[in-house]
């Protein structure tokens, strides 16, 4: 857990204005989350803090790579991380109630009594956020050296198959099928 002290930070003593702070994150960075379906992280996060009076204006980006599994073939693929959030957090005095009312998920709520903002969580959605729902290698690289072939060759087989077979429920169906009303 002592890793975790790094993402946080001490805003009380920064002067109003822009501070600057940069992150390595490494797989090693996953292991307090839960399991992730992505592996070799090699990411920085660049987090510039505009501190204000009552308010700070927090902009992450993310850059790097990693690897995902491919959905179609299932083969490890690399992936460019290439992303930036942005994210206010003011200083209120009910700061729970605040985050249950507020509706954007960029507004985030603290205590005025606060002295550390912990931006580890934010960078973990962050990343996560950063990568595609669907995985998979593009249109022209199907096929290609990362690809696993067995896997594409039973996809093939199993979509012509599809077609040959017919469930026999749906057998009595077919006669109202071009009848016009």
């Excluded at 702070?21 to 490494?26: D, F, S, T, V």
């Excluded at 399991?35 to 204006?57: E, I, P, R, Y």
Aim: glycine fraction near 6%; include cysteine; aromatic fraction near 12%.
């Amino acid at each position: 857990m002592s890793h975790r002290r790094e993402f946080d930070i001490a805003f009380v003593g920064l002067k109003p204005g822009v501070h600057e702070y940069n992150y390595e994150i490494k797989d090693k960075f996953f292991e307090a989350y839960q399991a992730q379906d992505f592996s070799n992280v090699d990411a920085t996060v660049k987090l510039s803090l505009d501190k204000k009076t009552g308010f700070m204006l927090l902009k992450f980006e993310i850059g790097g790579k990693l690897e995902v599994v491919c959905d179609r073939c299932g083969n490890p693929l690399p992936f460019n991380l290439w992303d930036e959030f942005n994210i206010v957090v003011k200083l209120v005095e009910n700061p729970e109630e605040m985050n249950e009312q507020e509706e954007d998920p960029d507004v985030y709520y603290i205590s005025r009594t606060e002295s550390h903002l912990h931006v580890s969580d934010w960078i973990y959605e962050f990343i996560n956020l950063s990568i595609p729902m669907q995985k998979m290698c593009s249109e022209d690289e199907m096929g290609g050296p990362k690809c696993n072939k067995e896997v594409l060759d039973m996809l093939k087989k199993m979509d012509t198959g599809n077609n040959e077979t017919q469930n026999p429920i749906w057998k009595g169906l077919e006669k109202f099928k071009d009848l016009d009303n």
